[in-house]
């Protein structure tokens, strides 16, 4: 159950290899949660983000397979994962690539890809967990989004629409669950060195995932619906989403 | 090889679901909803249905009720409701069904040669005190609001002002009838089952009828002594002193105040007034309390902040200054002054509230100071705190007074920190040998309740005899475990 501060006893993450949902798990873990269910395609990457938890924790953690890109199957185990370890009190999405701009510009069934993984799989399971949580009477939804969709660029056009499509979706969404009580919280990133953005240059205001979870936390007991983090990357993004075409694509990152 | 995992998979029944409204019409008994359901906090909320039994009186509904239970399969879940006074999540029920008190209100016998009362669970005690109050009798315990339903006030055992010297409700309580899954119960004080279901949160069964103790009164006026105290050694030192000379005893803390002012009170203490003293106008037992005004639904969370409320709390003080030392009150200013204002749980927004309610041992009073200068020092706005001495336990497995200090205020919730300093409350109270109120919490870890509630393996015990399927159960219990099944 969630408690009159927000804190849940049980979380899902979709994505379960993410390391900023794996630091947001750890946090909540310290507080009331108990039961993680970590969801994703490679065991490989969700194990240390289990030994992890349960090395500041007593929370108990399964593992299931779960891929964003088999949008037949996504129904199906989410409703799997529900019944079987369920109640899920929040559901994190977090699953998501990169791609490789600069290869995938010519490649459509790469755009299709990135398309799929971080826009189609996460509406999918996000629809099946809204029926979930609409039979279960309660719920809250965490999804992270990107500062990236919120004027997609250039640079990454292809991995920013899809974060642009996943932001519209998740924050309507939550609008819809309002009445429900059920709550959404959308948090949009700036950079974060993980080992998705090894290797890309560090754009400014770049952060830490246990920066990204502390923020994500406080959100959650505030309740607020949208968040940026760093908080400051609000501000930036505000300046940045008003300027002309002409000089916003001069602007270097 | 073993295939049982596999089952689940192919069953999609195994998913919870909203019980459904078609399947379970009967002439007498529907289901509507759901609605989106809270406590006066107004967080948690979940989504829950509503379980009708219409027609017939209290004895039929109660087999009505036993008869649905019983035909139906144990995934259907029930929590008795009442008014839903209490704060957090103890009388909802996600994906279950909530009962409506509306629906027993059928016994009201009043014998006025015993002054006992037997009386359907859905009456409040607002109603009864409106046709007794009148005819010179009282109820034996009242909470701060006249809108709870004697099925809450058994369920949470509430206690009033009047705890030092008379206990809690259901000490006033001669006989309970429950509707258990195993049938309908007709429970004395001493039996096990009454001591799980009185101060048991409802998760034994509906009590559908019980039989409380009045007190005679001669007017319907309190006699009331007023002192003001300067800092919080000063309001203990006069509570201790002087509330055994009293019926009712209450402080008034204000937490917005600090340094050598902290802990400073309005402390009352009140008597029944003797008609012999009565000299106002109408009979000396008239009652009909009003509202004075209605908080509409779209007031703002931020209407509350730190200095609208320390004004408040200034003006309070300096009344408290003012008044007489002895002054003649009415019933409802004494004892529900925030009834005056209907729905006021909306001052505090969307977000809702939560009441932080301890109780800490006599001897504890280091414990008492430190949380009143913790709460003095957070930057929430918090209304008055309440501060009161309690008497002797019920005894009863989960009721909450016992010996010692209970402090209570109300404190606006989804602010960064707030989930941190109340467990850090908490522990300092645990360790101290106190406990938090269910009938407040919406927060407090489950794994402190058994270190709060030593009883709660009889209490688990009894619950489990009676409802063995565990079909009573609540948001608050599943996020406590405090039904065995939910361990
Ligand atoms: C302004 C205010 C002041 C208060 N002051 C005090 C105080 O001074 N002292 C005090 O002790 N409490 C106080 N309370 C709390 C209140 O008295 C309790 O929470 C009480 O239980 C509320 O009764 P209700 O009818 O609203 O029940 P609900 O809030 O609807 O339910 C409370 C509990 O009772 C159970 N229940 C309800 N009906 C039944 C039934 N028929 N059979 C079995 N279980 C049932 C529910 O399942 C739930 O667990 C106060 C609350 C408010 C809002």
Not at chain 2, 88 to 97: P, Y
Not at chain 2, 181 to 197: C, I, M, Q, Y
Request: aromatic fraction near 8%; charged fraction near 20%; proline fraction near 5%.
């Amino acid at each position: 159950m969630i408690d009159a501060n927000s804190m849940p006893q049980s979380v899902a993450v979709f994505g379960g290899g993410s390391e900023i949902a794996g630091e947001i798990v750890k946090l909540l873990a310290e507080k009331r949660c108990e039961h993680v269910v970590l969801c994703g395609p490679n065991f490989q990457s969700m194990e240390p983000i289990r030994s992890q938890i349960q090395s500041t924790s007593s929370a108990k953690v399964d593992l299931v397979h779960f891929d964003l890109s088999q949008i037949d199957d996504i129904e199906k185990v989410v409703n799997n994962i529900f019944s079987e370890h369920g109640p899920i009190d929040c559901s994190i999405i977090a699953g998501g690539i990169l791609g490789d701009q600069s290869n995938d510009e010519s490649s459509p069934i790469q755009v299709a890809k990135v398309a799929t993984v971080n826009y189609v799989g996460p509406a999918t399971a996000l629809t099946a967990i809204r029926n979930r949580y609409l039979d279960q009477g309660y719920g809250q939804i965490i999804v992270l989004s990107s500062v990236a969709g919120e004027r997609v660029r250039r640079s990454n056009y292809i991995y920013g629409a899809s974060k642009a499509a996943l932001d519209g979706f998740a924050l309507s969404l939550g609008e819809s669950l309002l009445d429900k009580g059920i709550y959404t919280l959308v948090v949009r990133p700036g950079f974060v060195s993980t080992k998705m953005t090894e290797g890309l240059k560090k754009a400014p205001l770049s952060q830490s995932p246990v920066q990204v979870a502390k923020d994500v936390l406080k959100a959650i007991e505030e309740q607020k619906e949208l968040i940026w983090t760093p908080p400051a990357m609000r501000y930036v993004m505000a300046i940045y989403r008003h300027l002309p075409r002409k000089i916003a694509r001069r602007v270097p990152f | 090889m073993n295939l049982s995992h596999l089952v689940v998979h192919l069953q999609p029944c195994s998913i919870t679901k909203m019980p459904d409204t078609e399947s379970h019409r009967s002439n007498d008994l529907s289901i509507s909803g759901p609605t989106l359901n809270s406590g006066w906090g107004r967080t948690p909320k979940s989504l829950g249905k509503t379980l009708q039994i219409k027609g017939g009186d209290t004895r039929e509904k109660e087999v009505e009720l036993l008869e649905f239970i019983t035909s139906n399969d144990t995934s259907i879940k029930i929590a008795p409701r009442g008014l839903g006074r209490s704060y957090g999540d103890s009388s909802i029920l996600s994906s279950g069904l909530l009962t409506d008190p509306n629906q027993w209100k059928d016994t009201f016998d009043f014998n006025s040669s015993k002054g006992t009362l037997r009386v359907s669970s859905g009456f409040s005690l607002d109603e009864i005190m409106r046709k007794l109050v009148p005819q010179g009798y009282f109820v034996p315990v009242t909470p701060g609001t006249r809108y709870v339903t004697i099925g809450g006030a058994v369920a949470a055992d509430i206690h009033g002002k009047n705890h030092h010297v008379d206990g809690s409700f259901t000490d006033h309580t001669n006989e309970l009838r429950v509707v258990s899954p195993t049938g309908v119960h007709v429970l004395k004080r001493s039996d096990p089952e009454f001591k799980a279901t009185a101060g048991g949160m409802g998760l034994t069964g509906l009590v559908s009828e019980a039989v409380i103790d009045l007190i005679p009164i001669s007017t319907s006026k309190m006699k009331v002594t007023t002192r003001v105290t300067q800092n919080i050694d000063d309001t203990i030192l006069e509570l201790e002193e002087n509330d055994t000379k009293y019926r009712y005893s209450v402080a008034w803390i204000d937490c917005m105040a600090k340094g050598r002012s902290l802990g400073r009170s309005v402390i009352t203490w009140g008597e029944h007034l003797d008609v012999s003293e009565f000299t106002g106008e109408g009979g000396p037992c008239s009652f009909d309390p009003r509202f004075l005004t209605s908080v509409p639904d779209i007031a703002p969370s931020w209407l509350l902040n730190r200095l609208s409320v320390r004004a408040f709390n200034e003006l309070w003080y300096q009344k408290g200054k003012l008044s007489n030392e002895i002054s003649i009150e009415s019933i409802e200013t004494f004892f529900h002054p925030l009834d005056m204002v209907g729905s006021w749980n909306r001052l505090y927004g969307q977000k809702g509230f939560l009441q932080y309610q301890f109780v800490v041992p006599f001897g504890a009073e280091d414990t008492l100071k430190e949380t009143v200068r913790l709460l003095s020092n957070v930057k929430v706005p918090s209304f008055l705190a309440v501060l009161k001495r309690f008497g002797k336990g019920s005894g009863n497995y989960l009721s909450f007074p016992s010996p010692g200090w209970t402090l209570a205020l109300d404190i606006p919730t989804h602010r960064f920190g707030l989930a941190d300093l109340l467990d850090r409350l908490d522990s300092m109270v645990v360790a101290s040998g106190g406990r938090v109120y269910l009938a407040k919490d919406s927060r407090v870890s489950k794994h402190l309740i058994p270190m709060m509630y030593p009883e709660i393996e009889s209490f688990r015990e009894v619950a489990h005899r009676l409802d063995p399927d565990n079909i009573f159960t609540t948001d608050m219990s599943r996020r406590l475990a405090l039904r065995v099944d939910e361990l």
